[in-house]
């Protein structure tokens, strides 16, 4: 078993070199068969020989490396990368296609009785906690509290204010759309601008995505930057998944509590009636809701989704801070 | 809705269940008006090849294309020839070839050669927002430059701009959809059987009168796009697929833009292979078209100005531009040969469905504006529609009608016309084979990483949002 998931896991390797190459030697600019994050790729193409070895989807993948392979000028350079395509083709057909419903794709994840998610950091890695939280849990109180503790840096709105100077926009101008937690009453909402200059300046100055777009995808690349570099927490911005999809082992949280406790919380300390609270708390929760699922396809709040779900009524900040801090006592990059 | 449904079953029921030899008006005469169904086998063959093989036995078909197409051509020439004699199969294949094929094949390269020389350089990224803009733009070139022009200008742009994106197929098929074939209804440069009509004395700007249909269409078409490109759209970015945009702002701009000369070089060249059969200096004594005759088979004249001026603009668009932009836009010659081998086959092979269509047109009972629209569509979906949209409008010319436009084949109503003119141009989107640049539009997109639905993938797509858009032209405009 071992030994075919590092055959699939090679094969893999050399079918997405081979796009690598073919699109170099194409001298093409339009894309390639795999564009995006390497690893990713590998994954994926790894467990789909492994599943489904002569199936169509992997085989039209690979055949549209092939395609992009005969356009090649060069014809050595075409040949070579023909026959290196044939010979993926033929170890291809000879995985046997055995797959059925007892086998499973991944053991370890499947292992319920080992710490995986200790076992998926290496001590090269940083040690990074993203930590979701609803409004009015004490999340950014327990994430400041914990980063304290831990002695590692902190971002939350710092990460947002970065992409404004990658994107050399005005503050005004762009809304932050994942601080959930600050300016309740404007709800984040900058003033739609009409005017047409605008609009083709934005249309410019954002590649043609929307602003909320544009952000976002910057925010993603900084917040993958920043993992290489340093052990942080990051608050909200849908870190867990972006960190995910782009294979960084990291340890995701989600901060909640009972309604009632919230809405009494944001009376105290934003000083609101309980049914303004109300309103406001629902609404903040719905557009969260929204934000996280446009972005991750995911349920926000959903437990299945994090490492540790906490219920901030139940433990207070103090306690909620020890009981992360143990949890990670035995990660390999905890200091 | 009723009187629809037995409209086509009655289609069904013609060209199903007819008797093998289908007589034309002529009977008794041993002519290509009685054409036996049978002959249609090699064409029905050919379509099963271009839409089974390259699912079961693509690398097979990849190096075996020719010699498939040469096999089918085949199988209808030698029975042809047999049941007509030699002489009026080399007529036959000779007028398809001279007069169809070979001014369709060379628009086509030069659209190719030239559009392949301009790239727009940039890093716009694909957005459903950006992709509903560009479909807009493409759809109403198209009626400028003709769907093949429009398709071979906008395909690397787009292709270009969603590079970044994994589910991007439904993209080029909507870039069929609406640029390849809808957008092309405005104006005779659009699309050839318009073209067709104008040489038959419908008024260059008639066509116009198609707007409305077209902004049905679109709007239906886009708004149906827009939802599912953003469906799509968020699943990349929830599986982390992300654009380049690190450098703040966008510069796009147009590399080779010289070319843009070509193109309308080419499209004059249209136009003038239209006008120029209607001069007297064009025309003998008995009023045909004068032109190198090739035994019984006549090369206008007209037509050779036109593949003479689309040839020069292809020559001199490779000679003028920087090699550097075809490579920058994956030119290879792919895309134009796949669609010279397989549509030489087509054309050939179709000649008795069209002859069956041209004896049978006018006895199938169709009279109504709605009957025309989907019969010229349907049968568009699987012929060229040019010779499809002619016969029609024969049909329609000789039903009688005194009010209406007035062609060369007869007065015909305003909404019979723009129905068969609907039928002929928008139903060529149904499938791969029902306008060249379809084919183009996938080869290309085959080359450059995007993995296009099979033959019948597509026509699942075009039964699910094509024809319930027809069915509300047909509710709004032709009941």
């Not at chain 2, 000649?351 to 006018?362: C, T």
Request: hydrophobic share 45%; aromatic share 10%; with cysteine.
């Amino acid at each position: 078993m071992e030994n075919t998931h590092e055959k699939c896991l090679k094969l893999a390797r050399r079918i997405y070199d081979l796009d690598t190459n073919v699109y170099q030697l194409s001298g093409s600019s339009l894309g390639r068969t795999f564009n995006g994050d390497k690893e990713a790729h590998i994954s994926t193409l790894a467990t789909l020989i492994y599943t489904h070895p002569q199936g169509h989807l992997l085989r039209s993948e690979i055949a549209l490396i092939g395609n992009m392979a005969r356009t090649i000028h060069n014809k050595a350079e075409r040949s070579k990368m023909m026959t290196e395509y044939n010979e993926i083709l033929k170890e291809i057909e000879q995985i046997p296609a055995s797959f059925g419903s007892v086998d499973i794709v991944d053991e370890q994840l499947a292992a319920l009785n080992i710490s995986n998610l200790h076992r998926q950091a290496s001590p090269d890695d940083h040690l990074i906690i993203c930590i979701g939280r609803t409004h009015g849990s004490a999340g950014t109180d327990i994430g400041f509290a914990l980063a304290d503790a831990l002695k590692i840096n902190y971002y939350d709105v710092e990460i947002f204010n970065q992409v404004l100077e990658r994107l050399e926009a005005e503050k005004d101008s762009v809304a932050d759309r994942d601080n959930f937690a600050t300016k309740l009453h404007e709800l984040h909402e900058a003033l739609p601008d009409t005017r047409a200059k605008r609009r083709v300046s934005d249309f410019s100055r954002y590649h043609g995505l929307p602003k909320k777009d544009a952000v976002f995808f910057n925010q993603s690349d900084l917040i993958r930057d920043m993992a290489k570099k340093e052990d942080f927490i990051v608050m909200g911005r849908c870190a867990d998944v972006i960190l995910t999809n782009n294979r960084i082992p990291h340890i995701s949280i989600f901060i909640t509590a009972p309604f009632q406790q919230r809405v009494r919380r944001m009376m105290e300390v934003n000083h609101l009636e309980f049914k303004e609270a109300c309103k406001l708390l629902k609404k903040l929760d719905r557009q969260h809701e929204k934000y996280y699922n446009f972005y991750t396809g995911r349920k926000w709040g959903d437990a299945v989704n994090y490492d540790l779900c906490i219920n901030s009524a139940s433990y207070g900040i103090k306690e909620s801070v020890e009981l992360i801090e143990r949890m990670i006592d035995k990660h390999p990059n905890k200091k | 809705m009723k009187k629809f449904i037995a409209f086509c079953a009655g289609i069904l029921a013609t060209l199903s269940c007819s008797p093998l030899s289908i007589m034309a008006a002529e009977a008794g005469s041993e002519s290509t008006a009685n054409v036996p169904l049978w002959l249609c086998i090699p064409f029905a063959g050919l379509l099963l090849c271009i839409a089974v093989l390259p699912l079961v036995k693509a690398e097979w078909w990849e190096k075996n294309q020719p010699l498939a197409v040469a096999a089918w051509s085949l199988l209808f020439i030698i029975p042809f020839a047999v049941k007509y004699g030699v002489g009026m199969a080399t007529e036959t294949v000779l007028e398809c070839i001279l007069n169809d094929y070979l001014t369709f094949i060379v628009l086509l390269f030069g659209l190719f050669c030239v559009a392949g020389n301009i790239t727009l350089e940039g890093d716009l990224a694909g957005s459903p927002r950006v992709n509903v803009i560009f479909l807009a733009i493409g759809t109403l070139l198209s009626s400028c430059i003709g769907t093949t022009g429009a398709s071979m200008l906008m395909v690397r742009p787009m292709i270009k701009m969603n590079s970044w994106r994994r589910r991007k197929s439904h993209i080029m098929i909507f870039f069929i959809f609406l640029i390849s074939n809808i957008g092309g209804c405005l104006t005779p440069i659009g699309d050839p059987p318009l073209l067709m009509g104008f040489m038959r004395g419908v008024p260059f700007f008639w066509s116009l009168h198609l707007f409305p249909m077209l902004v049905v269409n679109m709007v239906v078409l886009l708004t149906v796009f827009y939802f599912l490109d953003r469906r799509n759209y968020r699943k990349d970015i929830a599986a982390g697929m992300r654009p380049d945009i690190s450098k703040p702002g966008t510069t796009i701009r147009l590399e080779g833009a010289h070319n843009i000369i070509f193109l309308v070089m080419i499209v004059v060249a249209v136009i003038l292979s239209g006008s120029l059969p209607s001069l007297s200096a064009f025309q003998d004594a008995a009023g045909n078209v004068r032109g190198i005759p090739f035994g019984e088979v006549v090369l206008g004249f007209p037509s050779i100005i036109e593949i003479a001026i689309i040839l020069l603009a292809a020559f001199l668009s490779f000679r003028t531009s920087n090699p550097e932009i075809r490579t920058k836009n994956h030119f290879t010659w792919g895309a134009i040969k796949e669609v010279a081998v397989l549509f030489i086959g087509i054309f050939i092979t179709m000649q008795p469905a069209l002859m069956i269509l041209k004896a049978k047109g006018g006895d199938l009972g169709i009279t109504e504006p709605y009957q025309m629209f989907w019969a010229t569509g349907l049968l568009s979906s699987f012929l060229d529609n040019t010779p499809t949209y002619l016969v029609f409008l024969t049909t329609a010319g000789s039903l009688g009608f005194t009010e209406g436009l007035v062609t060369t084949v007869g007065t015909i109503p305003v909404r019979m016309l723009i129905a068969i003119s609907c039928g002929a141009v928008f139903m060529g989107a149904n499938t791969y084979i029902g306008n060249a640049p379809n084919f183009m539009v996938k080869s290309i997109s085959d080359e450059n990483g995007i993995r296009m639905p099979s033959f019948f993938g597509y026509l699942l797509w075009s039964l699910s949002f094509l024809i319930p858009v027809f069915l509300l032209d047909m509710l709004i405009f032709f009941l």
